[in-house]
């Protein structure tokens, strides 16, 4: 099946630094990714979506000039938090969905990176 | 802000018992998913439903689609403790998937 990854897995980095998040699409192209968080024990909110080749689309209270989103190809999106602070400590999950038409509206998830900001 | 509300929330129950989570929202999804979440895990798909009234089986989960497709339900039967997770609807509109509220099962031997 399709395979989407996230890398890094895990990061803990200090406050007021950058941290980037990777999400890759293995085995297909993905036109679109979203970027999702959560909080423990509760669902996944939409932070943003993802076109490639253009700016990304965010969802209202997220700040974009925080969290910086660039799909620079049909494979690759990043997330990047910038000036991170403690309450930015979170699970961080992207998904990707398919070139339209070869799968339907399918999306899949990458395995979640792991931010905690000290 | 929810589009989609899932209930119950929470829900613990015994081994051999069967269940169903109900997923609902005032708008209308042209497609909708079901995922199963473990801990620090990206969510795992389960099933795709398009067509309203759609009901598909995956073994002991049967899953179907609102005839308005403004709803979906997710019924387990005799749930055994490795369905313990949490599970997610997602309803796809607008180019986006928006997930539901999701409940949180727990499955005891």
């Known amino acids: 099946g399709a395979v989407v990854s996230q890398h890094p897995s895990w990061v803990i980095c200090k406050s007021g630094t950058s941290v980037k998040i990777e999400c890759r699409s293995l085995d297909f192209q993905a036109t679109t990714m979203f970027w999702y968080r959560q909080f423990p024990k509760q669902s996944l909110m939409l932070m943003a979506t993802s076109n490639e080749g253009s700016k990304a689309t965010y969802e209202q209270g997220v700040e974009k000039d925080k969290f910086l989103i660039n799909h620079a190809s049909l494979t690759l999106s990043t997330l990047t938090v910038t000036s991170a602070h403690p309450e930015d400590s979170s699970f961080y999950i992207c998904?990707?969905?398919?070139?339209?038409?070869?799968?339907?509206?399918?999306?899949?998830f990458g395995e979640g990176s792991w931010l905690t900001v000290v | 802000t929810q589009l989609l509300e899932q209930s119950p929330q929470f829900l613990s129950i015994q081994e051999g018992e069967n269940l169903t989570v109900y997923c609902n929202s005032s708008?209308?999804?042209?497609?909708l998913q079901w995922y199963r979440q473990e801990p620090g895990e990206g969510p795992v798909l389960l099933v795709t439903?398009?067509?309203?009234?759609e009901v598909k089986k995956l073994k002991r989960l049967t899953f179907q689609f609102g005839d308005a497709r403004k709803d979906s339900s997710l019924h387990i039967t005799a749930a055994q403790p490795g369905d313990t997770g949490l599970y997610l609807c997602?309803?796809?509109?607008?180019?986006?998937?928006?997930f539901g509220s999701g409940t949180k099962l727990n499955v005891k031997p």
């Open positions: 708008s209308v999804f042209s497609s």
């Open positions: 439903v398009v067509t309203g009234g």
């Open positions: 997602a309803g796809y509109n607008f180019n986006k998937f928006y």
């Open positions: 998904s990707a969905r398919r070139r339209p038409g070869s799968s339907g509206n399918t999306i899949y």
